[in-house]
């Protein structure tokens, strides 16, 4: 009855956010703005995902997250988007300067997956997920 559908980030340069997640495979399908001119929002879409981009012209940054810090605080963290290889979505981020090569450190999580994060343009986390495990839901 219910899939996913989107994610939404309020950004402060859509022009920034949006050539930062076309990199990812985003393409951008629908833009609106405000009569004055005043805020605008950008649906992206990968295959069956979508991001809904909102900017303002008097938004409010937030303090910069720290990961470790910032996942006990009750609220939406990041998303995640997966890779068949994590090897090679690395050296891609890395070449196309979405992150330095030290920035991007690749860990085995406790779950079973293997991942590593960068920040987009605002600070808002992205995972890359290699996700190799089979699930029996029967």
């Known amino acids: 009855m219910f899939t996913f559908h ?15 997640y ?22 992206l879409k990968n295959g069956s995902i979508f991001l809904e981009l909102f900017s303002y012209k008097k938004s409010q940054k937030l303090n910069k997250k720290n990961l470790g810090d910032d996942l006990r605080q009750i609220g939406i963290k990041h998303f995640g988007l997966k890779v068949e290889s994590i090897n ?21 999580g406790r779950t079973g997956i293997v991942y590593f994060f960068l920040q987009d ?10 996700d ?3 699930f029996n839901l029967a």
């Open 6 to 20: 989107h994610v939404a980030l309020s950004i402060s340069d859509m022009e920034r956010s949006k050539n930062f």
């Open 22 to 43: 076309s990199a990812f495979g985003f393409v951008t399908i629908l833009d609106w703005e405000s009569d004055d001119k005043d805020s605008c929002i950008s649906h």
């Open 88 to 108: 090679k979505a690395k050296e891609k981020i890395i070449q196309a300067g979405l992150a330095k090569k030290e920035d991007v450190e690749i860990k085995q």
């Open 121 to 130: 343009p605002d600070g808002n986390f992205v995972e890359i997920v290699e």
């Open 132 to 134: 190799n495990r089979v």
